[in-house]
């Protein structure tokens, strides 16, 4: 029921800085776990971080340290934080809820927002 929209990316240096936003509408914001996930150009879709619905947060390791989650469900929204940036973060950036199982972190839909492009310039 929770329509996202993400927004917030362009273009910058290494070692710049970028604070992505998902802003949502609809119902359900605070009970969904929330994760922010990219896609480059001939890759896979893989997860960069999620939230949970009490807070806690994960991190790949590639961004580990250089990349913060956080969520206020007062505004509905949910952000990335992204310092230090590398042209490897180079992506297109979507956020979905997420959920737990299996030791791993799965988006709970099959369908994508238009995301965010994140470009990374070396």
């Known amino acids: 029921q929770v329509q996202l929209a993400e927004s917030g990316g362009g273009l910058v240096q290494v070692g710049g800085s970028l604070r992505l936003s998902c802003a949502a509408s609809?119902?359900?914001?605070?009970?969904?776990?929330l994760g922010w996930f990219r896609q480059a150009p001939g890759k896979q879709r893989e997860l960069v971080a999620s939230?949970?619905?009490?807070?806690?947060?994960n991190y790949a390791d590639s961004v580990k340290g250089r990349f913060t989650i956080s969520r206020d469900n007062a505004k509905n929204t949910v952000y990335l934080q992204m310092n230090s940036l590398k042209p490897e973060d180079t992506a297109v950036y979507y956020c979905?809820?997420?959920?737990?199982?299996?030791?791993?972190?799965?988006?709970?839909?099959?369908?994508w927002g238009q995301g965010t492009q994140v470009t990374v310039s070396s």
């Open positions: 609809g119902s359900g914001f605070s009970i969904n776990a």
């Open positions: 979905n809820p997420v959920m737990y199982a299996s030791g791993s972190i799965y988006s709970t839909r099959n369908y």
């Open positions: 939230v949970s619905t009490t807070g806690r947060t």
